[in-house]
């Protein structure tokens, strides 16, 4: 059964900081979808990144990165500079199918940036 | 505007009183879901539609139904809440196969059960 493991509950940086959220990842497919939310204090879910299994290239979007390496079965999300607006819980999410069906997400880590 | 709503956004109820949870897509999605969210296990999924009439059950079905009757609804059923319940539920969309996959989600539905 595919699972996605956040082992960061929560993360503390002062503003500026780099800092890396990891996500780990299990499935037996060889094609899946790997992502990354942001939920704010408000609650909403912030869609921020989606990677195909076929693409290991890694991305980068303003002051995000994310590095995929199947070799370790490893989707991690790295902040530059961050900043207090940063702060959220951030969930990693594994799916197997292209619509929706079994779509796991990792417990979530908690990043606190303070001032 | 491209949107998932639910209602109603907090809900406050007691043990054995049914109720439904309503979710609206205005993008024609053929695929739509339930979640729930509860502190430490992330979001897990309810129940699945993958078009009208189509439903299956994700991880955590029991105590819920769902049903399908027009392609942008997609209600949450609890016909007998209990406390266990109580938790934070989204509905999503996902427009089909052969588009790009992001799953849409709504707002969010605070339910407590006492």
């Known amino acids: 059964a595919q699972k996605v493991t956040q082992a960061q509950t929560e993360i503390s940086v002062v503003e500026k900081e780099d800092v890396t959220l990891d996500c780990v990842y299990e499935t037996r497919d060889t094609t899946y979808y790997l992502f990354w939310y942001k939920q704010p204090p408000s609650g909403e879910l912030v869609f921020l990144i989606r990677r195909n299994s076929f693409d290991e290239q890694n991305e980068i979007s303003g002051r995000y990165s994310w590095n995929f390496q199947k070799s370790t079965s490893s989707f991690n999300f790295t902040i530059t500079a961050s900043q207090v607006v940063d702060s959220a819980v951030y969930f990693c999410?594994?799916?197997?199918?292209?619509?929706?069906?079994?779509?796991?997400f990792g417990p979530g880590t908690r990043l606190s940036v303070l001032p | 505007e491209a949107q998932v709503t639910q209602n109603p956004r907090y809900l406050i109820t007691v043990t054995g009183k049914k109720l439904t949870v309503t979710c609206s897509q205005n993008?024609?999605?053929?695929?739509m879901s339930w979640y729930r969210q509860d502190p430490g296990l992330g979001l897990r999924q309810i129940y699945y539609s993958m078009n009208v009439e189509v439903t299956d059950k994700g991880d955590v079905p029991e105590g819920y139904k769902v049903s399908r009757k027009e392609k942008r609804n997609f209600p949450l059923i609890l016909e007998s809440p209990s406390p266990n319940q109580t938790s934070l539920y989204f509905c999503?969309?996902?427009?089909?196969?052969?588009?790009?996959?992001?799953?849409?989600f709504g707002p969010g539905t605070r339910l407590t059960v006492t």
């Open positions: 999410a594994l799916s197997e199918t292209n619509y929706g069906q079994n779509f796991v």
């Open positions: 993008m024609n999605h053929e695929y």
């Open positions: 999503a969309s996902t427009p089909g196969r052969g588009y790009p996959y992001e799953q849409y």
